[in-house]
């Protein structure tokens, strides 16, 4: 969870209160969020028990993230009792998935917000705070709206504080950004919320495909790409923020630029983002197996700059299992990816998730799963149990697993996961690393290798930093050791 950053000088601007749930993208969604609300006159606070308002933006994913949402969105609600919170408005996949249903379940919330409102939150918010009851968001199937052609894209400009736009300035605060075409153009605001080194830079959103257990394409629409222009010029602005490792995300990596014509575009994209100043590295999120080609491990693996980590996204290892899942792959074909990037990088990183007690999802299926990741030699792994979701094909099918022999299941597969975690970890002992520091505190160094991925995966600990280690740094050392799935290393290889 990520609140927002008090950074701006206490006035007698409306408090607003940023909560963030579930993904990265989320992350940059609160961003832009910020920046429009900073930039319509509202101040940013970090604690929700002293802002008038508290925007969550909430997670929609799995069954888990949903619970935690609802009830995030309830603590929050609890502040209005002798507090100065005044009202708390949901927003994000929750409330864009089923909008009038959270809003009638869930009458602590003053307002229930979908995707379209978020280019006038801060009109929407003065609403409610001054009382006026606003129609929760109506869902709709975002597959089913018109798509956006390559030539219906209007052009951005992006605003950095202290330069005027030949278009148009923003009035925010030093660290927010804007992003928008001439005055009659869409404009977005970006304010960053988080002071770390990394920063998630979006590179599409929504989803084409249309795999049987996942309902995100209905409520994120189908596949579209920011254009390149677009995305380096943001990563100028998150470098001259202090970002010096860019998280690109999006929910299908492999398919960026197919909107725009050229397929390959994020081949030559990531050269030109290694090259931003202040950019030491560019790391991508959430890889399609079936559609990462080998161009693209070529430009992962072998462009300095860029982590040689691959975020697959296997699901499963069966070959029935993924039909089913209507998904492709096999554990040969899955194999011998991972031997393709590791031949360009030996040392490649590669995490990824796998579902288990799929319906139909007999023994032999889940053996070969187990059996899969013995052979994968992955850095992380995330398991998770099948669970129906609203308006998915899986839903509706047949052979479903009791409940209690996917919970058998997920455990033998999770302690399996940390085994071979720990000792993938362990085979990395004598490994050169170069290591992004992300906190310095009490003597201890902590950060990440390039085979470790924000938040998801482990981190390094570094033993005698260099005097005068800051956060932001970016230090080549030698693995010495490791705790579970963590790395311990030296500065410059000492032994």
């Known amino acids: 969870m990520t609140t927002s950053a008090d950074t701006a000088p206490p006035s007698t601007a409306t408090t607003v209160a940023l909560v963030t749930l579930g993904c990265a993208r989320n992350d940059v969604d609160s961003e832009e969020l910020a920046g429009r609300l900073e930039a319509g006159g509202f101040r940013l606070v970090e604690d929700p028990a002293e802002a008038e308002a508290v925007v969550v933006n909430t997670c929609g994913f799995v069954e888990a993230a949903k619970k935690d949402s609802v009830d995030t969105l309830l603590a929050a609600a609890d502040l ?118 990394t920063a998630a830079l979006k590179l599409a959103s929504g989803c084409d495909r249309r795999c049987t257990f996942c309902a995100i394409p209905s409520f994120r629409g189908s596949f579209l790409s920011r254009r390149p222009s677009d995305v380096l010029a943001e990563a100028r602005w998150l470098a001259e923020q202090g970002a010096r490792e860019l998280f690109l995300v999006s929910e299908n990596s492999t398919s960026y630029g197919k909107d725009l014509g050229d397929l390959r575009l994020l081949e030559t994209l990531l050269p030109e983002l290694v090259a931003v100043d202040g950019v030491e590295r560019v790391r991508v999120s959430y890889l399609q197996p079936a559609e990462t080609r080998p161009g693209l491990v070529q430009a992962i693996a072998g462009t300095p700059g860029v982590a040689d980590y691959f975020d697959l996204s296997f699901q499963h290892a069966s070959a029935p299992v993924l039909r089913r899942m209507r998904r492709f792959g096999d554990p040969d074909s899955f194999l011998d990816l991972l031997a393709r990037a590791r031949q360009v990088s030996s040392g490649a990183g590669a995490r990824s998730n796998f579902i288990v007690g799929f319906p139909g999802e007999s023994e032999d299926d889940f053996a070969i799963l187990c059996d899969f990741l013995a052979e994968a030699r992955l850095d992380a792994i995330g398991v998770f149990g099948y669970s129906d979701e609203d308006g998915t094909e899986a839903a509706s099918y047949d052979d479903k697993l009791d409940a209690d022999e996917i919970a058998e299941r997920v455990e033998h597969l999770a302690s399996l996961a940390e085994e071979l975690t720990a000792q993938r970890a362990r085979e990395r002992v004598g490994e050169a690393v170069r290591v992004l520091v992300e906190s310095v505190a009490d003597g201890a160094v902590e950060g990440r290798a390039a085979c470790q991925g924000p938040e998801v995966d482990g981190s390094t600990l570094l033993q005698d930093a260099p005097a005068g280690t800051r956060v932001g740094d970016m230090i080549d050392a030698l693995v010495v050791d490791t705790e579970g799935v963590d790395l311990i290393a030296r500065p410059g290889g000492a032994s």
Request: charged fraction near 25%; glycine fraction near 12%; hydrophobic fraction near 30%.
């Open 80 to 197: 209005k009792d002798g507090g100065s919170t005044r009202a708390v408005v949901a927003v994000g996949c929750l409330a864009e998935r089923y909008g009038v249903e959270l809003a009638d379940s869930l009458p602590e919330a003053d307002a229930v917000l979908g995707f379209d409102d978020y280019p006038d939150i801060d009109v929407r918010l003065r609403s409610i705070l001054a009382g006026e009851s606003l129609h929760p968001h109506t869902p709709q199937d975002r597959r089913r709206l018109l798509p956006i052609s390559p030539a219906d894209r209007v052009g951005t400009d992006v605003v950095v504080p202290g330069h005027q736009s030949t278009h148009e300035h923003t009035s925010a605060g030093t660290d927010a950004i804007g992003v928008g075409g001439p005055a009659t153009g869409p404009r977005t605001l970006r304010r960053r919320l988080d002071t770390g080194p």
